[in-house]
């Protein structure tokens, strides 16, 4: 049996640590006075300070020619100092939003891992694959994190409602916003605070459900007699019945809990573009994972061909997850439909990097790096391309969200690595906690010696 090391415990608890100090040092210098916002937008944007200099000197060449020029320029400056304060309140808004936004990138990224990591299970135990009990513990390790990462997601969505004030990352949140927007009134029907909160307890039941008995009936496999087949039954007959609910579920949830940062927008192949990066990071943690465990003496059955085969899927959802996400953005920009096509124009002009750069990461160095076949064997290899493909994955998120909350306010700074060491600390000691409570290697599964001799 695995046991999580000291030196593991150690460092998730101090990525935890510097993740708590990152986050709260996030907070503390995102809420700043209309006055400092006021300064830091002069001395930002020289461009802007210039064109208002020309604007009111040009008012007041036109001020002494007459008496009515000076009542005109009397009105346009106080209407542009109207402007001024309202681009500087909308400003404060949106720095004040960026530490919540960066904590609910990086819980819904972990915990999206976890999800994805379920959902493969699902999968393998329904088709019945015979390359798979070797892995069957891993997997159950990870998922463990998806009840507490679920919750954590829901609980910074809500709370940037009711703490603070104007914090909300979902704007649908903010009753003054609905007050003045005919389109989300008309959708407030389904996006409420109290349906959003019933909605998210039925996904985070279900799908811990699913993961609760899943583990209990993998377990009670081990001490089964020999030819029992009882509790693998019952393992096949859950997890056919949790793929139907998970992929109702996991739609409505992308909706929720990702598409509705953007109410105005939406878009019909959500749902899969989201599941498609869920299932490509949850296959990558799983072989990360495995080659981790293999290289400190641990799942010694598991050879170079379930390598290969995570390798294989790491590949598969790559593209599988770019051909989405181009249909995605092909039909909306080629339509060219006004409240469609704001969602990339705003990506593009405010996030031209990371929104190009995720392509790079999610589609070009996956398929340059895992095309060929003897380079998915080697285990440093497939580490190093994990590491980019999640690098990858957390910045999609990225996009998705922060547009929506921070604007073009945005900078992977402070707030948003502190999130990513704290959630990524909890993961780590939840998973690996996980990963310590059973053998890492099944037994009486009818599969099991399938999997031992996997080769090709």
């Keep these: 049996m695995y046991t999580i090391s000291n030196r593991l415990k150690t460092f998730s608890i101090i990525l935890i640590v510097l993740g708590v100090l990152g986050v709260a040092y996030g907070f503390m210098t995102s809420h700043k006075s209309l006055d400092e916002v006021k300064t830091m937008l002069a001395h930002g944007d020289g461009h802007e300070t210039a064109a208002d200099t020309h604007v009111v000197a040009g008012a007041e060449n036109h001020a002494e020619t007459s008496t009515e020029g000076a009542s005109h320029e009397a009105k346009a400056e106080a209407d542009h100092g109207s402007h001024d304060d309202e681009h500087a309140a909308h400003v404060q808004e949106q720095l004040a939003k960026r530490p919540w936004s960066a904590m609910y990138v990086a819980a819904f990224f972990f915990m999206m891992i976890a999800l994805g990591v379920l959902a493969f299970y699902a999968i393998n135990v329904a088709a019945q694959s015979g390359w798979s009990p070797l892995l069957n513990r891993v997997m159950e390790g990870i998922t463990a994190y998806l009840l507490p990462g679920a919750i954590i997601v829901v609980a910074i969505a809500v709370g940037s409602h009711y703490i603070g004030h104007h914090n909300?990352?979902?704007?649908?949140?903010?009753?003054?916003?609905?007050?003045?927007?005919?389109?989300?009134?008309n959708k407030s029907g389904y996006l409420n605070i109290t349906w959003f909160v019933v909605r998210a307890i039925i996904f985070i039941a279900g799908w811990a459900g699913y993961?609760?008995?899943?583990?209990?009936?993998?377990?009670?496999?081990?001490?089964?007699?020999?030819?029992?087949?009882?509790?693998?039954?019952?393992?096949?007959?859950?997890?056919?019945?949790?793929?139907?609910?998970?992929?109702?579920?996991?739609?409505?949830?992308?909706?929720?809990?990702?598409?509705?940062?953007?109410?105005?927008?939406?878009?019909?192949?959500?749902?899969?573009?989201?599941?498609?990066?869920m299932l490509v990071s949850g296959v990558t943690v799983i072989?990360?994972?495995?080659?981790?465990?293999?290289?400190?003496?641990?799942?010694?059955?598991?050879?170079?061909?379930?390598i290969h085969d995570l390798a294989k899927y790491m590949?598969?959802?790559?593209?599988?997850?770019?051909?989405?996400?181009?249909?995605?953005?092909?039909?909306?920009?080629?339509?060219?439909?006004?409240?469609?096509?704001?969602?990339?124009?705003?990506?593009?002009?405010?996030?031209?990097?990371?929104?190009?750069?995720?392509?790079?990461?999610?589609?070009?160095?996956?398929?340059?790096?895992?095309?060929?076949?003897?380079?998915?064997?080697?285990?440093?290899?497939?580490?190093?391309?994990?590491?980019?493909i999640l690098v990858g994955h957390y910045i999609d998120i990225f996009?998705?969200?922060?547009?929506?909350?921070?604007?073009?306010?945005?900078?992977?700074?402070?707030?948003?690595?502190?999130?990513?060491?704290?959630?990524?600390?909890?993961?780590?000691?939840?998973?690996?906690?996980?990963?310590?409570?059973?053998p890492l290697t099944v037994k009486n599964n009818p599969f099991i010696k399938?999997?031992?001799?996997?080769?090709?």
């Excluded at 929104?355 to 076949?373: C, K, T, W």
């Excluded at 399938?450 to 090709?456: D, I, L, P, Q, V």
Aim: with cysteine; proline share 4%; net charge negative.
């Design 211 to 277: 993961r609760h008995f899943a583990r209990k009936f993998s377990i009670a496999q081990d001490t089964a007699e020999p030819g029992d087949k009882k509790n693998f039954i019952k393992s096949f007959r859950i997890a056919a019945a949790f793929l139907v609910f998970f992929i109702y579920t996991e739609s409505i949830m992308s909706w929720d809990w990702i598409m509705s940062v953007d109410p105005h927008w939406f878009s019909t192949l959500f749902g899969w573009y989201v599941l498609a990066g």
């Design 399 to 438: 996009v998705m969200i922060m547009p929506a909350t921070a604007g073009d306010q945005w900078f992977i700074g402070i707030p948003e690595i502190g999130s990513i060491l704290l959630f990524g600390g909890l993961f780590l000691l939840v998973v690996f906690s996980s990963l310590a409570k059973a």
């Design 450 to 456: 399938e999997s031992e001799h996997f080769h090709y």
């Design 315 to 388: 590949f598969g959802f790559s593209v599988l997850w770019t051909y989405l996400w181009f249909s995605q953005f092909m039909l909306i920009w080629y339509a060219n439909i006004p409240e469609e096509v704001t969602y990339f124009i705003t990506r593009i002009e405010d996030y031209n990097l990371p929104f190009f750069g995720m392509l790079v990461l999610n589609f070009v160095f996956p398929l340059l790096l895992l095309m060929n076949s003897d380079f998915k064997r080697i285990p440093w290899f497939v580490m190093m391309c994990g590491v980019l």
């Design 168 to 185: 909300e990352i979902f704007i649908w949140m903010n009753p003054e916003v609905v007050a003045e927007d005919k389109l989300i009134q």
């Design 287 to 306: 072989a990360m994972v495995t080659v981790f465990l293999k290289s400190l003496g641990h799942l010694p059955l598991v050879n170079d061909s379930h």
